[in-house]
């Protein structure tokens, strides 16, 4: 399996993360959501049971692989009222390992569904804005909505032993005619000599000299800057430097049309002046112009109010489908690229010619509508820190491990063969208060208990050794299939996630966020046949080409179904990726971490496991997870 990530850099529009309403301890909450509840099982004032013994018991119980590929469990003599001092959670974990992948996925064309996916949707018309035609007969864009292409500080990497980050490799990106460079060979070659139109309307209406020759040898020196200008307008997307000068390390990446201000100026190597922007980093003057407008920059990526994602997404569907250029082009079908694999696309507006409806994507691509089936993003998402404070830990969410999408059963003794007392939806929120003597069975109420394998668990944990006193960290437990997100030792988030499956494992051990994007465009294999996955927003790299990222395609979360990335609810990759660091100032489509703004640390634990087989009248089934 080969993947690269494509970073974009759009001007758009980001909006916080409303806040979860807290959900009432023991309170069953409806599939996808933590604010609708069913009829709660009757609570208790306080569980019998320690946290720290049902952790002992729990981890006493702990489930083993086995030779098929499911789980057996060990026997533990210890029982619920043994205390043992718990383990320290980060003292046996790397701080370097080596990401392997493997992948045998098998080939398919473009209606090959992507890993985890979700059956996408026939697009309704009314969901995606109709593009207004120029005079020519082609679309009028704004600039907003087609700056994909202008970000050349990114980052292209093969998940699978291509290229490491700093190689000097080149890929393509998401227009077919701009290079997408590594993120360590960021690059700021010259500006484009035709006239670029901004969101406000205002252009460059001649191209600019070439740049006065600067001995590349030189010191910086401060210089007098004082534009008659109320900002500086950023004539694409660019890296900004650490010092004023062009070998000197990417802070980041501020995207094309934000109006910025500046602190001052300097000459320096490679550029006449060197401008220091708020609020860091420098930005060689040739890549800006002065506008007589109040600064403005914008969070990204943009997300219109009441949306989940910044877009509308599709997979293309069908055989020997292509993409044309131009409407013309496809109102004609000439000239087409042929796609192979599987592909996803964002759509940006529609055009109705006759009876036939044409979509243009990020990238500037025209499909016919009947070829595109939208995906449907999950609403669901995990408690903040206000929910989490009135809910006792341990907690867990009831999902059936062999069947995520059924309802999950409650005995009214720990035995399989008690009397049923109810159901509960999955991602049902339920308090953990007693483990039965063979790890098996989980009590959730006074005679409810559930079946171990239909809960995942989050357990309160001390944050490892070599994080800071208060400082934020995340934990990703992957038999759980749970991440909880801490203020040192303190919960303020916690949710479920789909890490990889196996053979496609997530790698284990103590990372640290080293680069964050607001859009990322994923290509790869699978099998022998390719994907590309469009702009994934909110985007976290924590290990060379893992990450933390959004997954629009599925509503799996609870389940191991990735290629090794860790998939994120688009709700909780919002609000995660406001949280942790390095900070993303407003205006920037990327950033990397800094000694003096470095990335938040990530513990990743445990193992996923497959779906237990299940057996019916003799044959054998077995709960398969989907290629994500």
Request: hydrophobic residues 35%.
């Amino acid at each position: 399996m080969r993947r690269r990530w494509f970073p974009l850099g759009l001007p758009l529009l980001f909006f916080a993360c409303a806040p979860v309403e807290p959900p009432v301890p023991a309170a069953p909450v409806d599939a996808g959501t933590v604010t609708a509840q069913a009829p709660a099982p009757e609570a208790e004032a306080a569980p019998t049971e320690s946290a720290q013994a049902l952790r002992s018991a729990w981890q006493a119980t702990a489930p083993e692989p086995s030779d098929d590929g499911g789980v057996t469990h060990a026997t533990a003599p210890a029982l619920l009222g043994v205390m043992e001092e718990p383990e320290d959670a980060g003292s046996a974990l790397s701080l370097s390992l080596e990401p392997s992948l493997s992948q045998s996925v098998s080939g398919g064309a473009n209606s090959e569904a992507l890993p985890g996916e979700e059956e996408p949707q026939v697009i309704t018309e009314s969901e995606v804005p109709v593009l207004e035609l120029g005079p020519d007969g082609e679309p009028l864009i704004d600039a907003d909505d087609d700056a994909t292409a202008t970000d050349t500080d990114a980052l292209a990497q093969n998940l699978d032993g291509g290229s490491a980050p700093g190689s000097p490799d080149v890929a393509m990106g998401s227009d077919p005619n701009v290079p997408v460079a590594n993120a360590g060979t960021d690059t700021n070659g010259p500006p484009p000599a035709t006239p670029i139109t901004g969101v406000d309307g205002d252009e460059d209406s001649v191209a600019e000299a070439p740049p006065e020759e600067v001995d590349a040898g030189m010191e910086p020196y401060a210089i007098p800057y004082a534009p008659d200008a109320g900002s500086l307008r950023v004539r694409r997307s660019i890296a900004v430097r650490s010092e004023p000068r062009q070998d000197s390390p990417s802070l980041g990446t501020v995207a094309q049309d934000m109006r910025v201000k500046w602190q001052g100026a300097m000459r320096g190597p490679d550029c006449d002046t060197w401008v220091q922007l708020q609020p860091r980093g420098w930005v060689c003057e040739r890549y800006l112009e002065q506008n007589f407008r109040e600064p403005r920059v914008r969070p990204l990526p943009r997300v219109e109010e009441g949306a989940l994602t910044p877009g509308v997404y599709a997979r293309v569907v069908g055989h020997r489908v292509r993409a044309y250029p131009s409407l013309a082009l496809a109102r004609r079908k000439k000239q087409g690229v042929l796609l192979k694999g599987s592909v996803t696309v964002k759509l940006l507006g529609q055009v109705k010619v006759g009876r036939r409806t044409f979509w243009r994507t990020s990238d500037g691509q025209y499909f016919e509508a009947r070829v595109l089936r939208e995906h449907r993003p999950s609403d669901f998402s995990g408690l903040d820190a206000e929910a989490l404070a009135s809910l006792p830990m341990p907690f867990g969410w009831a999902q059936s491990r062999s069947a995520p999408r059924t309802d999950v059963v409650v005995r009214k003794a720990p035995d399989a063969r008690a009397e049923r007392e109810t159901t509960l939806p999955p991602r049902t929120l339920v308090s953990v208060r007693e483990l039965s003597p063979d790890g098996q069975w989980v009590r959730i109420a006074e005679d409810h208990w559930v079946a171990r394998d239909d809960l995942h668990v989050a357990w309160s944990l001390a944050s490892p050794s070599i994080v800071e006193p208060g400082a934020r960290w995340l934990d990703v437990d992957l038999e759980a299939q749970t991440l909880i997100a801490y203020e040192g030792d303190r919960p303020v988030y916690a949710t479920l996630i789909s890490s990889g499956k196996p053979g496609t494992d997530t790698p284990e051990g103590l990372f640290r966020i080293w680069v964050k994007f607001a859009e990322a465009d994923m290509t790869g294999t699978m099998g022998k046949a390719s994907y590309r996955v469009a702009t994934v927003p909110w985007t976290m790299f924590f290990e060379g080409d893992f990450a933390l990222h959004t997954a629009y395609w599925h509503d799996r979360f609870g389940e191991p179904v990735s290629h090794g990335c860790i998939n994120l609810a688009p709700k909780d990759a919002r609000a995660l990726y406001g949280w942790t660091t390095p900070e993303v100032p407003t205006g920037w489509s990327m950033v990397h971490a800094m000694p003096d703004d470095p990335g938040t640390w990530v513990r990743i634990r445990g193992q996923a496991h497959e779906a237990p087989k299940k057996r019916r009248k003799g044959a054998p089934v077995v709960a398969t997870v989907r290629d994500l």
